[in-house]
Nanobody, 121 residues
Framework: QVQLVESGGGLVQAGGSLRLSCAASGSIFSDNGVGWYRQASGNKRELVAGITSGGKTNYDDSVKGRFTISRDNAKNTVYLQMNDLKPEDTAVYYC???????????????WGQGTQVTVSS
């Protein structure tokens, strides 16, 4: 079964850190990039950070210098290290990618179930 599984969310005080993981299960990441998005209550889903298959990264201005996206291709996992968290970072965080299953079938624009991050002031 093809899945994107996010983990690592939780409740943390302002200034704290969390590390989110996004693992491709039953599949591998395609040669397209992988993105971390977030959606706060009442807001649109927004791109937080992205990473290409070659490791090139990009970040939303609101998280530059605090968040780091990385990937371990051997583990089919992408990480989001979040430091100096702020209450405005509170949201459900989602992973998005194009996936390939063992038969080479492509699943475009695949989303995980999300993981809740709550930052208290």
């Amino acid at each position: 079964q093809v899945q994107l599984v996010e983990s690592g969310g939780g409740l943390v005080q302002a200034g704290g850190s969390l590390r989110l993981s996004c693992a491709a299960s039953g599949s591998i990441f395609s040669d397209n990039g992988v993105g971390w998005y977030r959606q706060a209550s009442g807001n649109k889903r927004e791109l937080v950070a992205g990473i290409t298959s070659g490791g090139k990264t990009n970040y939303d201005d609101s998280v530059k210098g605090r968040f780091t996206i990385s990937r371990d291709n051997a583990k089919n996992t992408v990480y989001l290290q979040m430091n100096d968290l702020k209450p405005e970072d509170t949201a459900v965080y989602y992973c998005n990618a194009d996936l390939l299953d063992s038969g080479g079938y492509r699943y475009n624009d695949y989303w995980g179930q999300g993981t809740q991050v709550t930052v208290s002031s």
